[in-house]
């Protein structure tokens, strides 16, 4: 049920503190401060590259982990929406892994891509949400999130509890590659185990966020910047907000602007910048001063300093714990999943039920 909650969608991005804590718990030893996932029948020291494939917000969860995998075990990484990397002819060689992501595990696209990388010999982890699903059932090494059944047709809780799995893992392989020795992975460790209390600090900002809504309310067009890890939930914010509010939103990578999109910037056009703290904030920051300097009008996502250091000159700003970048992808996720929520109500849309939308898209 909803409980108090007006939408399965609130309730689930309300449930994210816990179901994050409850995901970890499967894949961290926090006594030892080791990541600790289910060992499967395949050498995962023996893996030279790896291939995610998934759709929708699943992909950009992949988006966010390539970084991972590719910073901690240095295995290279190629990702691909389902739907493209089934007719691109990919190359596949011994030695890879194919890591589907799936809240339901029963995407088509995504359960074709898998089957075809089977067939090519290729090894397959399943990131997935539904442990008797069809994905679940056919790969080699399945890591379950524990998110609980997910209602609303845009995908909350998922998203971040796969985000946590899939840092456990990239910390996995990592260790498995002789990359990762026992002091860096008992830093990891901590920094992931800090999610769920960031998540819960980030709900607090729900009412202020509620209150911003009415700014991106009535816009024809939004934009969503970001860089890094931060790039996809960029992506994943312009998802959410399209398929809930119906405004056409668009995310992009902050340095990409200068190439084309900072031609459409204008008074209208809100850009919501998300910039937590980091190595990648100064340069995000000259990213959004460009589209100041041309009259954009920008929300800035960040952190107290974040916000005390470039705030000024923007039409709101969302104040975010302050975490390591490790977690900000997950931290991050609730401003943008609150943006679109309160955006969708104020316009009065069915939040849950989207129309021309299914939770589960068997067909391909
Ligand atoms: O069940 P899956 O994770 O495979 O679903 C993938 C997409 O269909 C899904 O994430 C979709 O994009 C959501 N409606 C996004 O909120």
Known sequence: SKGNHRHYMLKEIYEQ?????????????????????PVPDFDLGAIRRVTIVACGTSYYAGMVAKYWFEQFARVPVDIDVASEFRYRAPVMEDG????????????????????????????????????????????????????????????????????????????????????????????????????????????AYDESIEAMAHLVAGARDVLYLGRGPDYPLALEGALKLKEISYIHAEGYAAGEMKHGPIALIDDKVPVIVLAPSGPLFEKTVS??????????????????????????????????????????????????????????????????????????VTVE
């Open 96 to 203: 890879g892994l194919m890591i589907v992501i799936s809240q339901s595990g029963e995407t088509a696209d995504t359960l074709a891509a898998l089957r075809h990388a089977r067939s090519e010999g290729q090894k397959i982890a399943a990131v997935v949400n539904v442990p008797t699903s069809t994905m679940a059932r056919e790969a080699d090494l399945l890591l379950p999130t524990h998110a609980g059944p997910e209602i609303g047709v845009a995908s909350t809780k998922a998203f971040t509890c796969q985000l946590a799995v899939l840092a456990a893992f990239a910390a996995n392989l990592a260790r498995a590659k002789g990359r990762l020795d026992g002091k860096a992975e008992k830093e990891l460790v901590r920094h992931l185990a800090e999610a769920p209390a960031a998540l819960n600090a980030a709900l």
């Open 17 to 37: 503190p816990v179901v994050v804590a409850q995901t970890l718990r499967s894949y961290l030893r926090r006594m030892e401060d080791q990541v600790s996932l």
């Open 287 to 360: 990213n959004m001063q460009e589209v100041q300097a041309r009259g954009g009008k920008v929300v800035l996502i960040s952190d107290y300093d974040g916000v005390q250091a470039a705030g000024e000159g923007c039409i709101a700003t969302i104040t975010m714990p302050k975490v390591h970048p490790l977690i900000a992808p997950m931290v991050y996720a609730v401003p943008v999943q609150l943006l679109a929520y309160h955006v969708a109500v104020a316009k009065g849309t069915d939040v849950d039920q989207p129309r021309n939308l299914a939770k589960s």
